[in-house]
T-cell receptor, first 110, second 112 residues
Framework: ELKVEQNPLFLSMQEGKNYTIYCNYS?????LYWYRQDPGKSLESLFV?????AVKQEGRLMASLDTKARLSTLHITAAVHDLSATYFC??????????FGKGTSLLVTP | EAQVTQNPRYLITVTGKKLTVTCSQN?????MSWYRQDPGLGLRQIYY???????DKGDVPEGYKVSRKEKRNFPLILESPSPNQTSLYFC???????????FGSGTQLSVL
């Protein structure tokens, strides 16, 4: 069974600081996704990572994938309040199925 | 506008009363899926469909049914809802050549 673990589950950080969210998964996969969810809202796709060493950046967020270590990271640079949300990683399973982590609730404070 | 539409947005029902949550997408996606989201558990897949008339169980299919008679629609059916099916439900769709999944706005279901 494919298991996906995110760390930390809760994160409070000050504006301007940097931090990294980690996503570990238990079996081989060729697809890893990062999603953002605002309170009471649906999920918004942030990144899709398809190969070892893949790195994608959008604004203050950068995601990377190490398939050998079965690890993906979501790095936040110089956090701003607008980044406050819950972030999920999801790993591709058989077919098109996705296994989600439990999510990281991020709060950025002044 | 490309979107996944779920209805209803909120639903309160009683134990044992059959209900259907509808999901429709206008992007001609082959793949559609249902997830439930519970606090502390993240999203768990209920059922998915790779194409018309093709459906498969996800991780938590018990107590749910789906059908895929048309490419655009993928309804979720609860034949006899129970309180442990109180949850936030999301429908999603995608295309094999486009790795991105599009999610609906969610349906908050309460079973009393």
């Amino acid at each position: 069974e494919l298991k996906v673990e995110q760390n930390p589950l809760f994160l409070s950080m000050q504006e301007g600081k940097n931090y990294t969210i980690y996503c570990n998964y238990s079996t081989t996969s060729d697809r890893l996704y990062w999603y953002r969810q605002d309170p009471g809202k649906s999920l918004e796709s942030l990144f899709v990572l398809l190969s070892n060493g893949a790195v994608k950046q959008e604004g203050r967020l950068m995601a990377s994938l190490d398939t050998k270590a079965r690890l993906s990271t979501l790095h936040i640079t110089a956090a701003v309040h607008d980044l406050s949300a819950t972030y999920f990683c999801a790993v591709g399973n058989s077919g098109y199925a996705l296994n989600f982590g439990k999510g990281t609730s991020l709060l950025v404070t002044p | 506008e490309a979107q996944v539409t779920q209805n209803p947005r909120y639903l309160i029902t009683v134990t044992g009363k059959k209900l259907t949550v509808t999901c429709s997408q206008n992007m001609n996606h082959e793949y559609m899926s249902w997830y439930r989201q519970d606090p502390g558990l993240g999203l768990r897949q209920i059922y998915y469909s790779m194409n018309v008339e093709v459906t498969d169980k996800g991780d938590v299919p018990e107590g749910y049914k789906v059908s895929r008679k048309e490419k655009r629609n993928f309804p979720l059916i609860l034949e006899s809802p129970s309180p442990n099916q109180t949850s936030l439900y999301f429908c999603a769709s995608g295309h094999p050549t486009n790795e991105k999944l599009f999610f609906g706005s969610g349906t908050q279901l309460s079973v009393l």
